[in-house]
């Protein structure tokens, strides 16, 4: 997985919105130890790391280039109290050693969830606390993933047949050889997934790992597109990163670019009345909050 850290810092409204309501419940305080797990940017980890003063916050990111981005924000914001770590969440092996676990719109990129959730009580203090916002799996809305040919109106459609059938309907041609595709699928990190749960089965993992005072509560949002190419810029910021990633960095400019163009090309075969436009999209997201 790497992140493009310009273009998520310019598509990140949606995560930094959802991430300032998880902070109120977080409710950091002065002199608290925080964990901040896959802090991106960084610009909910400095607004944590201010507001427990002297205390002291812990950010970890599996991406390196997430890693030199928080430290960048780091140094220009003069802030002393953030130590940065490129670790998996999913190999940490902290004792007894939080106040508080933070983490905001990243565990559905984890595969081995109740390995993280053990690894996470295990690093608290005793009745240390756990504030989690996350997408989740809503069964009375869900995520149409599998389109209908006849359903090509939607461009979320449009979008998730090309990125399913990229491969075998042969779009990488003018890109890489298969030969060089499948050499690289090796080196895929497979430990990072786009996987998202109902809430009973996300209750089951935290209470598995030991949590208590389990409480979940979720919440819609929308956000919406009047404007073709700055959905498309947006989408490669985040759902196309999983994408992607099977595919060399070199080579993965040049995937956008064609995703790109496949997707227009096909929006504007339909004719106008039939367009679902502005585009929208709706996230489900859980907000947890738990004791050890
Ligand atoms: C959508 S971004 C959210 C970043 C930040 N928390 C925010 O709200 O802006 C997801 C982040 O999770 C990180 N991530 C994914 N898997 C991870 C793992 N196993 N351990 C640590 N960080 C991980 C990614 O590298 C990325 O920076």
Excluded at 35 to 42: E, K, V, Y
Aim: aromatic share 10%; with cysteine; net charge negative.
């Amino acid at each position: 997985m790497q992140w493009d850290t310009e273009k998520y810092t310019k598509h990140s409204q949606m995560q930094f919105k959802i991430g300032n309501l998880a902070i109120d419940k977080l409710n950091p305080k002065p002199g608290e130890n925080i964990l901040d797990l896959g802090c991106g940017i960084g610009n909910l980890t400095t607004k944590i790391a201010q507001l427990v003063e002297n205390g002291k916050v812990t950010a970890i990111d599996i991406d390196d280039k997430m890693i030199a981005s928080v430290k960048q924000l780091i140094k220009e914001k003069r802030i002393d109290n953030i130590n940065v770590l490129r670790c998996s969440g999913t190999e940490i092996s902290y004792k007894h050693t939080f106040d508080a676990v933070f983490s905001n719109i990243v565990i559905h990129w984890i595969r081995d969830l109740n390995l993280l959730f053990k690894k996470l009580h295990s690093a608290l203090i005793e009745s240390g606390r756990l504030t989690i916002a996350s997408l989740y799996t809503d069964p009375n809305n869900p995520l149409e993933i599998e389109p209908k040919e006849n359903q090509l109106t939607k461009i979320s459609h449009i979008e998730l047949n090309f990125l399913k059938d990229f491969i075998k309907d042969g779009h990488y041609k003018d890109i890489l050889t298969l030969q060089e595709f499948q050499e690289y699928q090796p080196k895929v990190n497979k430990e990072i997934v786009y996987k998202t749960y109902t809430v009973d089965e996300i209750r089951d993992i935290i209470e598995n790992a030991g949590f208590n005072n389990i409480d979940i509560e979720t919440r819609q949002f929308e956000i919406s597109f009047n404007d073709l190419e700055l959905f498309l810029d947006y989408r490669s910021s985040n759902l196309w990163i999983y994408f992607l990633a099977y595919f060399p960095e070199d080579k993965r400019p040049a995937v956008i670019s064609k995703l790109k163009h496949l997707i227009r090309d096909k929006w504007y075969e339909i004719p106008e009345e039939k367009k679902e436009f502005p585009v929208k999209e709706k996230w489900p997201v859980i907000f947890i909050s738990a004791k050890k």
